[in-house]
């Protein structure tokens, strides 16, 4: 006989430790693990133990080149920040205003790290009933600049907007727009999740910030890195870290203004910048690149390229191994609007895999930009230096994300939610009595729908 129990009785169960799925915060992983248990498992049978030794050998070897790929990650993410703070140190003359500062005026190196932080349980009251209760989850997406020393907290629910790639796309490109450095070469570390990193317009929206072509280009280059999947710990974690830990300083939190509050007294000594992030902030990049770009997996060279092992990808430029005519090889900056290139480890010898993915890429002009005497990047033919710009295209801006207001909850989320509320100071409870929902509220005690839509997935 099955169990008669409802997926929602174990959800509303579970729901009353308020435990977490979180990324592992010890910096091992499954990979790690697997081996550790393999060789465990291993005894040498004297019978073949030639054989043995060998199979027991290859476990390691295996095990030694992940060691040594985390690690690596992890240095170059380290060579990064060095290369950023060689220009931007801790007395960096930074105008107030960032609007100030042209795109690619300096030339030189922004690291900057991403990743989307755990939603955050709104209102978390201390009423031991109000676990069972539907909540209205506070959703945080962080971006640290290295320049800058700074984090920024997007942060917003789900009545703004979803936490989708189009929303933290907007989130980047509001980050770009007024926490700009003037670099010309921005390198951004991502955790390994694995949406944003496998997403089409992902791609389409860091070929649009190099791109010179479409009023939208802010970078010279950029290059996008993943850390090896399970050794990812990056400066976003602890940042968010400080967050949950000045949290604890609080009984009731009521909304998500008050997580607001709570991100922007996390650090004392260098204060994180803190986004409300407002509805008519999230734009439709989707459909916006779309326009532009394509979908391609189809290689340069017809060679269909995996996206999904990608740890890096450039764009605007990057070096390579060129050809001379007298048959030496150098390396050089080669100009590639409209492709991204690929590479599958962050091994800098690997052949970059091309993908072009222009609308039109049969008028691309592709030309050769190397280092002048001066070391900086100029056109081989020409000795032209590439323009800086003060503005960029606002065409995206056509393409809201949302365009009637508040989006409605769930019926059954509204009723949860006037239940809370009691809970809260009186101040605090219009909040949630003036949001919009759909459907009628029922009160019935003994309802057992699925609450499929607070998952803390990320619907990337
Ligand atoms: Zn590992």
């Known amino acids: 006989m099955k169990p008669r129990c409802a997926h929602s009785t174990y959800h509303n169960e579970f729901k009353k430790y308020d435990l977490r799925f979180g990324k592992p915060r010890v910096d091992t992983c499954d990979v790690c693990d697997k081996f550790g248990e393999k060789e465990k498992a291993y005894t040498i049978d004297e019978k073949t133990e030639k054989e043995s030794k060998v199979l027991l050998c290859n476990i390691r070897k295996d095990q ?180 949950i830990q000045e949290s604890k300083g609080y009984k009731t939190i009521s909304d998500y203004f008050a997580w607001m509050k709570i991100a922007s007294d996390a650090s004392n000594a260098n204060p994180y910048r803190v986004v409300e992030f407002k509805q008519e902030m999230h734009f439709d990049w989707k459909a916006f690149l779309s326009q532009v770009y394509v979908k391609s997996r189809d290689t340069i060279d017809e060679f269909h390229a995996k996206l999904s092992g990608a740890v890096w990808r450039s764009y605007g430029c990057s070096e390579e191994v060129v050809k001379q005519p007298d048959g030496s090889v150098k390396s050089e900056l080669v100009y590639h609007p409209g492709e991204v290139w690929l590479r599958y480890s962050h091994n800098d010898k690997e052949p970059w895999t091309k993908v072009d993915l222009r609308r039109d890429c049969k008028k691309k002009d592709q030309y050769i930009y190397s280092r002048n005497a001066q070391g900086f990047m100029c056109n081989v033919s020409t000795g032209d230096l590439p323009e800086s710009t003060k503005k960029v295209s606002e065409k995206h801006k056509d393409f809201p994300l949302y365009k009637n207001g508040l989006r409605p909850i769930a019926a059954l989320k509204y009723r949860d939610l006037s239940k809370s509320k009691l809970h809260l100071p009186k101040e605090k409870q219009q909040y949630y009595t003036d949001l919009p929902y759909d459907g009628t509220i029922v009160d019935s005690a003994d309802e057992d729908e699925p609450d499929l839509d607070e998952d803390n997935n990320q619907q990337m």
């Not at 907290?153 to 770009?176: C, F, P, Q, R």
């Open 64 to 243: 030694k080149s992940h060691v040594v790929s985390a690690k690596r990650a992890y240095l170059f993410q380290s060579y990064d920040f060095e290369k950023t703070e060689t220009t931007f140190t801790l007395d960096y003359d930074w105008p107030v205003d960032a609007s100030q500062i042209d795109f690619m005026s300096v030339d030189c190196y922004e690291t900057q790290t991403q990743d989307a932080g755990g939603n955050l349980r709104t209102p978390r009251l201390t009423v031991g009933e109000a676990y069972y209760l539907r909540i209205l989850q506070t959703f945080s997406y962080g971006i640290y600049s290295h320049a800058r020393r700074q984090h920024s907290i997007y942060m917003w629910n789900e009545t703004i907007g979803e936490k989708g790639v189009n929303n933290v796309l907007s989130a980047e490109h509001d980050h770009h727009m007024n926490q700009g450095t003037g670099a010309k070469y921005l390198k951004l570390w991502f955790d390994g999740c694995p949406g944003q990193m496998q997403n089409w317009t992902a791609i389409m929206y860091h070929l649009y910030i190099t791109d010179p072509y479409f009023g939208g280009r802010m970078y010279e280059r950029l290059d996008e890195c993943l850390p090896i999947k399970g050794h990812s710990y990056m400066e976003n974690d602890r940042a968010f870290g400080h967050i």
